[in-house]
């Protein structure tokens, strides 16, 4: 049988990368606390989310949908898969799921039941996942992104989001997928977190783990997350493209920036030592 290790001296050294992050990740999915924004101090949180009112989102998908909105969707969320899937570290459950093609399935989620109108590029497989969008009218009904373990299907808020944040809560939700794991609240799973925050990293070429490792080296100590501001929150956000998100979608990210916070600053500790 071929080997898929390259021994190119640039490929040798992505594949130990990922691999020291795999294994870095499987440390602190287990020493790492409860990673919600009841770690950041009220005022800072409060400020933030200032930043977003509550209707500044920008909704796609406002009522019924189409089948060229969905196609669109399909295409955005398969060019998002093979752009960012080399970027998850090997022996994990999300490599290995992703690995193994898996067959998506697109469609509308009303509420009550899901509706898959049939596209162009229907896949004539057996479906591994089903991926449905979220109306506007039941944006109170789930969090931005949940899956759905019984169902098999990811539910996504038809909300317009930069590429970058889109693709990190796409992510997320894969891995939650991949674990086949029960539904949870958006940010309990620590691991979907943090392959979010990876994804994010990516996607905004390193700036975001960057602005998070210039944010700890002003603050050092234990009680860094405690000294963040609204000012560093927002410029988060800037670092991904992320602005006028609304309310509700920047309240969901804040646990995905103190995993990520947390993670840097456990990263910095082991360089220290």
Same mark, same amino acid.
């Given at each position: #049988? ?13 594949? #130990? ?10 440390? *602190? ?5 409860? =990673? ?8 800072? +949180? !409060? ?15 406002? @009522?019924? &949908? ?7 969707? #399909? ?16 022996? %994990? ?9 898996? +067959? ?6 009303? @509420? ?9 590029? !229907? ?14 009218? *039941? ?6 992104? %949940? ?25 997320? &939700? ?12 958006? @940010? ?5 977190? #943090? %392959? ?9 070429? @390193? ?16 009680n860094s997350l405690a000294k963040i501001s609204a000012g560093d929150l927002s410029g988060i956000d800037a670092k991904i493209g992320v602005k006028m998100i609304g309310r509700d979608l920047a309240q ?19 360089? =220290?030592?």
């Amino acid at each position: #049988m071929k080997s898929s290790f390259s021994f190119k001296p640039e490929a040798i050294m992505k594949q #130990m990368t990922l691999l020291f992050l795999s294994f870095f990740i499987a440390i *602190l999915a287990v020493s790492v606390s409860a =990673q919600t924004s009841d770690e950041l101090n009220a005022q800072a +949180v !409060n400020g933030y989310l200032d930043l977003h009112p509550l209707d500044s989102a920008a909704w796609w998908l406002i @009522g019924s &949908g189409s089948e060229s909105m969905l196609e669109k969707k #399909m295409v955005e969320v398969n060019d998002l898969v093979n752009a960012y899937q080399d970027r998850i570290p090997p022996t %994990t459950l999300l490599a290995d799921y992703l690995a193994a093609k898996p +067959v998506f399935r697109f469609g509308y989620f009303f @509420g009550d039941s899901a509706y898959y109108p049939k596209l162009k590029n !229907n896949p004539k497989q057996k479906i591994s996942l089903s991926i449905c969008f979220i109306p506007l009218s *039941l944006k109170d009904y789930r969090p931005f992104i %949940t899956y759905q373990a019984k169902e098999k299907r990811l539910l996504i808020w038809g909300i317009d989001c930069p590429k970058s944040l889109f693709a990190a809560l796409l992510f997320y &939700g894969l891995q939650s997928a991949a674990a086949d794991a029960p539904e949870k609240n958006f @940010g309990e799973d620590r691991e979907s977190a #943090m %392959t979010a925050a990876n994804i994010l990293n990516a996607a905004s070429k @390193g700036n975001f783990f960057n602005y998070l490792d210039g944010f700890l080296a002003n603050q050092p100590g234990e009680n860094s997350l405690a000294k963040i501001s609204a000012g560093d929150l927002s410029g988060i956000d800037a670092k991904i493209g992320v602005k006028m998100i609304g309310r509700d979608l920047a309240q969901q990210i804040l646990p995905i920036y103190v995993i990520a916070l947390k993670s840097r600053l456990m990263l910095r500790k082991s360089y =220290q030592r």
